[in-house]
């Protein structure tokens, strides 16, 4: 059975320090996508990226890396120089091919609080 | 753009009562689905559409009810509310029921049953 764990249910950190957010799945399927999405305190879920299992290269985009390793089942996310406005509830997905249409398994989520 | 529209943005219902909660896109989108999501437990799927007539259930459908008539709207039908189901939801829509399509979220209902 495919299942998301996200361990950190809260995170609190000082702005400008970096901050890693811990994402580790479940899956027997071989092709498998893996997301991150970001909901602020106004509520809505916002897209931040998408990486399938075949494609383990880091990603970096601006203050934002995710790290994915097949090997320990993980795909984290780093937020270097965190500003006040990272501040939201993260959440980590997995969505497998063998299911068909789209069934996204979310992680509990971390919230995370930069503080000026 | 308007994105995904949901309606309304609260609601109380009393235990037994019905309601539809609204849920429109104007993307164009094959693909909607309904979430709820609860403390410490993320979201989960309630149930999700491929396409217009076709429907099918999620992790969680015990107590909804889901129809797709037209592309644009996919209601999510409470037949008799109970406390249980307290909850955000969040409607969602992608260009393509491929599992790999990224979804468009609307802002939620924040519904409470008492």
């Known amino acids: 059975a495919q299942k998301v764990t996200q361990a950190q249910t809260e995170i609190s950190v000082v702005e400008k320090e970096d901050v890693t957010l811990d994402c580790v799945y479940e899956?027997?399927?071989?092709?498998?996508?893996l997301f991150w999405y970001k909901q602020p305190p106004s509520g809505e879920l916002v897209f931040l990226i998408r990486?399938?299992?075949?494609?383990?290269q880091n990603e970096i985009s601006g203050r934002y890396s995710w790290n994915f390793q097949k090997s320990t089942s993980s795909f984290n996310f780093t937020i270097t120089a965190s500003q006040v406005v990272d501040s939201a509830v993260y959440f980590c997905?997995?969505?497998?091919?063998?299911?068909?249409?789209?069934?996204?398994?979310f992680g509990q989520g971390t919230r995370l609080t930069i503080n000026p | 753009n308007a994105g995904v529209t949901q309606t309304p943005k609260f609601q109380v219902l009393k235990t037994g009562q019905s309601m539809t909660l609204q849920c429109a896109q104007d993307?164009?989108?094959?693909?909607m689905s309904w979430y709820r999501q609860d403390p410490g437990m993320g979201l989960r799927l309630i149930h999700y559409?491929?396409?217009?007539?076709?429907?099918d259930q999620g992790e969680v459908p015990n107590g909804y009810n889901v129809s797709r008539s037209t592309t644009e709207d996919f209601p999510l039908r409470l037949l008799s509310a109970a406390p249980s189901q307290t909850s955000v939801y969040f409607c969602?829509?992608?260009?393509?029921?491929?599992?790999?399509?990224?979804?468009?979220f609307g802002n939620g209902t924040r519904l409470t049953v008492t």
């Open positions: 559409s491929v396409g217009a007539g076709i429907t």
């Open positions: 899956t027997r399927d071989t092709t498998y996508y």
């Open positions: 993307m164009n989108h094959e693909y």
């Open positions: 997905a997995l969505s497998e091919a063998v299911q068909g249409a789209q069934k996204l398994v």
């Open positions: 990486r399938n299992s075949f494609d383990e």
């Open positions: 969602a829509s992608s260009s393509s029921a491929v599992y790999n399509s990224p979804l468009h």
